[in-house]
């Protein structure tokens, strides 16, 4: 009886410390926000769910988001876990895409994209420096004139005769002034500010989808940020253009390859929002959708481990079909929703694996759009992080 008694308390202390566990990960690991658009959705990894009381309380006519709600997430619907939000939502359908495009970005001001010391009298100076200005700063203002191009910058600055300038620039979130005391160097008769600023680039994605009811455009899935700084260039405007692929560097263990392409005349449409969760912009009327494919947009917890497909542009046929492995799958990552490998043969012989280029790719999986690739990761092209698709819808609208 005695032996019994002991098998019990430990299968009992073996079960409560799995059930601890699970609940731990479960609140570390289960997003804080859930979107619901169908009962099952509720279920989470098989073994978490939302508390249904929190159906009760949210309306569910809308196309679109129409509230949220709290609610209790549970472990096998027993064991509270935390507690969380829920969103109520009717399913969306978008067009998806797969076609690589051409990004022109105009900023909304200046970056500072470096410093540099100027010899004067025998000494280096930095008047940029001195005056506070830093790498990354936008550039808003010099006396009080808005500034929205780099050749702007460089009249007003080559316009001085040793006055000094007021310059008001943002950072971050927060904009501020400073006085800037140009040197002159006498060698090229003329004042200088000891500064590097840029107004525009542009680059190669993948748009991701077309969403026919707000007539909008979403692609990479990450920011465009300034090659020197890698700061989120501020968008003042852009347009996105169709391109020809003309050749492919292939990704190795020790570089990133690449997709090359000519960029032609025809616009796609307009990019008027650079974030943290991709680029995103309305599409013009004439742009031909008919390469596109209607896919309904899956909520997070719809997405599962193992295999999926994506759609790309890597070559002159457009976008074309290929297979990849979800192998990890993260809710508490703001982008980095998941893990994705490339299996595909012949994608992988073409490309090596994930290239510059692919930023953008839509991931389908059990007939919806779950994602798109946004990064590889470094020294194993194989293998990429990309974000979820209703992140990328809800940051569209």
């Known amino acids: 009886m005695k032996n019994l008694i002991r098998i019990i308390d430990l299968l009992t202390a073996i079960a409560v410390t799995f059930i601890f566990t699970l609940i731990i990960t479960g609140s570390v690991l289960m997003p804080d926000t859930i979107v619901i658009k169908n009962p099952k959705d509720r279920i989470i990894g098989g073994i978490y769910s939302v508390s249904a009381e929190s159906d009760a309380s949210v309306d569910f006519q809308s196309a679109v988001s129409v509230g949220t709600a709290q609610a209790e997430l549970k472990l096998f619907g027993i064991f509270p876990v935390k507690n969380t939000h829920v969103v109520k939502t009717q399913s969306q359908s978008v067009l998806v895409s797969g076609q690589s495009f051409g990004i022109k970005l105009y900023t909304n001001g200046v970056i500072v994209v470096g410093t540099k010391d100027i010899q004067v009298n025998g000494k280096l100076v930095n008047p940029a420096k001195q005056a506070g200005i830093e790498v990354g700063d936008v550039i808003i203002s010099i006396n009080n004139e808005n500034v929205y191009s780099s050749d702007e910058v460089e009249a007003i600055l080559n316009d001085n005769n040793g006055m000094n300038y007021v310059i008001k620039v943002k950072r971050g979130d927060k904009y501020k002034t400073f006085i800037l005391n140009p040197v002159y160097v006498e060698g090229e008769g003329s004042y200088k500010a000891g500064m590097w600023v ?14 026919p009811a707000k007539k909008s455009v979403a692609a990479l899935g990450h920011p465009i940020t300034d090659v020197d700084t890698g700061e989120i260039m501020p968008i003042l405007n852009g347009e996105a253009v169709e391109t020809r692929v003309t050749s492919v560097v292939r990704s190795t263990t020790s570089e990133t390859g690449s997709l090359c392409c000519d960029f032609l005349s025809k616009s796609i449409g307009s990019l008027n929002k650079n974030s943290e969760k991709g680029i995103y912009g ?7 959708l008919s390469q596109c494919c209607e896919y309904e947009v899956a909520a997070p917890q719809e997405v599962e481990r193992g295999f999926a497909q994506i759609i790309c542009t890597v070559d002159e046929n457009g976008p074309q079909v290929y297979s990849v492995e979800i192998m990890k799958i993260s809710y508490g990552e703001d982008i980095k929703n998941m893990i994705v490998k490339i299996i595909d043969e012949e994608l992988i012989k073409k490309t090596g694996g994930i290239i510059q280029g692919m930023s953008g790719t839509p991931i389908i999986q059990n007939g919806k759009l779950i994602g798109a690739i946004t990064h590889v990761i470094i020294n194993n092209p ?11 819808l809800d940051e569209s609208q």
């Open 198 to 211: 840029r107004d525009s680039t542009a680059g190669i994605g993948t748009i991701t989808f077309f969403n």
């Open 282 to 288: 309305e599409y013009t009327d004439e742009t031909d």
């Open 382 to 392: 194989l293998k990429g992080y990309a974000i979820f698709a209703q992140t990328m």
